[in-house]
């Protein structure tokens, strides 16, 4: 997308001791995008950061998903009948700060991520589907996203590669997709550069909320240390409600797994994202020309003594798989000819409501928290948000965008928690 030159590439590999520092304006829990991203900014800002991850940055989710930028209402909010989304709508604004954070991404870190915003197509096959796709692209409009309803001939002139059987669509021009394995990576690179200490393999045990400050015990590669930090950003993913029961508060985020497969490599022939109204879908083709199935299809988490083992990958449901390859050659026909050369799964966090939470617990002070929701899409956005509130720069504006996502909703499961 743009003209770019080399970052320099230093990540700690381990902790250095009399290196390490022992007081930080800011400890960041997980070196996924948020993370990265997160310790990027602060550092800019002038915040000594410290950034623990327990494995390597993008190990989580943040390297395993999809990489769709999808600002179109997503599908998972249009299941519950009656609603048409109403909790997709109220991420609408947070959709088109993302579409701008992602137009500028690549020029403001110096690095190829193989963003493409040629468009996203959401299809339909019937007029039950129409009618919703309709109306999801009033609702859309009326939030100040740009898409439009087009009919399925139209849809083929865009994208000749869509099956018959498609009816209509709805195209967003700002959709796309990026590559998910260079995300995380980048920003650490960025963030280390602007001098925040990234320490990977390296795991939060322990967090003490100590009134003013929190105290935190790691362990790393050469051994236990603790730092104390003003202020603690929780950006674990499907790990941060363990984090948050170390300093004793309840998150209400859980573990879904999810199914991907990708294609052997083809010429280019697909240049949008494309979704599916009614069914879990969501296809794309890759620089190096692979073509990217998934739309949400579950796999199986492990468990042991009947809690989720988040240490172990998801297991993979072939019924999952067949019917997502399924969807995937009805909707572009011409996928049926190519060989599937890799299937793997994920594991993500939702919440109650679907929305994400980001931002400050209100009964602990100095406690931030970023996760859940589609975060490939809008973390870089929650990133800088979260950011700018624990800089306290433009503090007003950041609570008023994430106001959405605000951890404050789930307040009351706090309220029993002794100090
Ligand atoms: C299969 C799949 C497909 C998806 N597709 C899309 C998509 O197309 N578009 C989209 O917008 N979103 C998608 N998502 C969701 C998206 O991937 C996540 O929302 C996003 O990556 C979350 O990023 P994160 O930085 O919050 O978390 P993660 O990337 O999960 O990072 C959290 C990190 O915290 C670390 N950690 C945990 N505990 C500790 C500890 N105690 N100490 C130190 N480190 C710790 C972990 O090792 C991990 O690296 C998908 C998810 C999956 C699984």
Not at 167 to 193: L, S
Not at 220 to 247: H, N
Not at 277 to 303: C, D, F, Y
Request: one cysteine or more; hydrophobic letters at 45%.
């Amino acid at each position: 997308m743009s003209a770019r030159k080399a970052a320099p590439a230093f990540v700690k590999r381990s902790c250095r001791w009399g290196a390490l520092r022992t007081k930080v304006d800011a400890l960041i829990v997980g070196g996924g995008l948020i993370g990265c991203a997160a310790a990027w900014h602060l550092a800019l800002a002038g915040m000594e950061v410290m950034l623990v991850e327990q494995a390597s940055t993008g190990s989580g989710a943040s390297g395993q998903n999809a990489g769709s930028l999808h600002f179109q209402i997503e599908r998972r909010f249009l299941e519950r009948k009656g609603g048409l989304g109403l909790e997709g709508e109220q991420t609408a604004t947070l959709s088109r700060i993302a579409i701008d954070d992602w137009s500028t991404l690549e020029d403001r870190l110096g690095v190829s991520l193989h963003v493409h915003m040629n468009g996203g197509l959401m299809v339909a096959e019937n007029a039950d589907q129409v009618a919703i796709l309709k109306a999801k692209a009033d609702r859309e409009r009326a939030m100040g996203l740009s898409v439009e309803t087009i009919d399925g001939a139209e849809a083929r002139r865009r994208a000749p590669y869509l099956s018959e059987g498609i009816v209509a669509a709805n195209f967003m021009a700002a959709e796309g997709h990026a590559d998910t394995r260079k995300i995380a990576p980048a920003f650490a690179t960025a963030a280390t550069a602007a001098g925040a200490e990234i320490q990977i393999r390296t795991r939060l045990t322990k967090l003490e909320w100590q009134g003013a400050s929190f105290r935190a015990e790691i362990i790393g590669s050469e051994g236990a240390f603790t730092v104390g930090a003003k202020k603690v950003l929780v950006a674990a993913g499907v790990w941060s409600a363990r984090i948050a029961a170390m300093a004793n508060l309840h998150l209400p985020l859980f573990p879904v797994g999810l199914t991907m497969s990708a294609s052997e490599r083809t010429p280019h022939f697909l240049p949008h994202l494309v979704q599916h109204v009614a069914q879990r879908l969501s296809m794309k083709q890759t620089e190096a020309g692979n073509i990217l199935i998934g739309g949400g299809w579950p796999s199986r988490l492990h468990r042991v003594d009947g809690i989720f083992d988040l240490s172990r990958p998801a297991e993979l449901i072939i019924q999952s798989l067949r019917n997502n390859l399924s969807v995937a050659t009805k909707t572009v026909p011409r996928v049926a000819d190519l060989n599937l050369i890799r299937t793997w799964t994920g594991v993500t966090a939702v919440t109650p409501d679907q929305l994400p939470i980001a931002g400050e617990f209100p009964t602990m002070p100095g406690l931030f928290c970023a996760a859940g929701g589609s975060a490939f899409t809008l973390g870089p956005t929650f990133a800088r948000l979260v950011a700018d509130q624990m800089l306290e720069r433009e503090r007003d504006e950041a609570d008023r965008l994430l106001a959405v996502a605000s951890p404050a909703r789930f307040d009351s499961l706090n309220g029993f928690m002794g100090r």
